[in-house]
């Protein structure tokens, strides 16, 4: 059971927008603590996707963008690739527990 | 280029102690950044197990802390992992990674990660 809840699985078709959505409670994304995004493909290591909420690595597409508001978060993807196809994960601080928590992943599958 | 590199047995037995390494090229330890350890079970998600600040600080994810020693070697430039009295649920892919903090920082740089496996 993971501190921050996301959908198990989403899907679209290629060039359609889908979002992730990643809710927390009151110690966590709605203590104002920040929340990240990570895309793993498979059989590799998670790589940084958003940070800070909304914000973009160097090198990452302006297809994928990020928001928060109260104890949620969503990362949005428009104009969907094949190679999108991966598992995304959602991070954040939790006060109660003194540590990072993560989402339990969802498995994003292009149609 | 920053790179992380873990090392150490892809296999430990049942009530032993998980001791992996994790060799730091391109950055400097002792110039700062957080420095610690996230696991995935096979087919699930990411866990956390703790971080290390340069100086030696330590932050553990409170259901792991009895069990973890996160130590630094900056002579090395080289972090470790030790996880004592493992279980099969220790059966991970443990990744090693870099932060600018904690309480509000995200993983820029992650190893390829090694897989684990607790079996007699």
Known sequence: ???????????????????????????NIGATYDV???????????KLLIYGNSNRP?????????????????????????EDEADYYCQSYDSSLSGWVFGGGTKLTVL | ????????????KPSETL??????????ISSGYYWGWIRQPPGKGLEWIGSIYHSGSTH?????????????????N???????????ADTAVYYCARSWGIAAAQIDYWGQGTLVTVSS
């Open chain 2, 78 to 88: 080289q972090f470790s992992l030790k996880l004592s009295s493992v279980t099969a």
């Open chain 2, 60 to 76: 553990y994810n409170l259901s792991l802390k009895s069990r973890v020693i996160i130590s630094v070697d900056t002579s090395k």
């Open chain 1, 58 to 82: 160097s090198g990452v597409p302006d297809r994928f963008s990020g928001s928060k508001s109260g104890t949620s978060a969503s990362l949005a993807i428009t104009g969907l690739q094949a």
């Open chain 2, 19 to 28: 001791s992996l390494t994790c060799a730091v090229s391109g950055y400097s």
């Open chain 1, 1 to 27: 059971q993971s501190v921050l809840t996301q959908p198990s699985s989403v899907s679209g078709a290629p060039g359609q927008r889908v979002t992730i959505s990643c809710t927390g409670s009151s110690s």
């Open chain 2, 1 to 12: 280029q920053v790179q992380l590199q873990e090392s150490g047995p892809g296999l430990v």
């Open chain 1, 36 to 46: 990240h995004w990570y895309q793993q493909l498979p059989g590799t290591a998670p």
